[in-house]
């Protein structure tokens, strides 16, 4: 998939658990990992905008484009 969730860099770099961050935006901790680990298939903008005010970044620092190579 193009899109890599950086989610779990950005945690590491705030040294804040999974648990921590379940509790501060208010998301089961199930729907955290699916996130983190990339399998989301979509995520709405009130989640997104909890994520990043409890991270304290943006969006951008979240998520990355990586266009597919062409074999």
Not at 1 to 20: F, G, H, T, Y
């Amino acid at each position: 998939m193009p899109i890599i969730v950086n989610l779990d860099v950005m945690m590491a770099k705030r040294k804040m658990s999974l648990n921590e961050l379940s509790e501060k935006v208010d998301l089961t901790l199930s729907n955290l990992s699916i996130l983190k680990t990339g399998k989301a298939k979509a995520v709405r903008f009130s989640t997104l905008e909890a994520i990043c005010k409890a991270l304290d970044c943006q969006p951008g620092d979240l998520l990355e484009y990586a266009p597919e190579q062409a074999e």
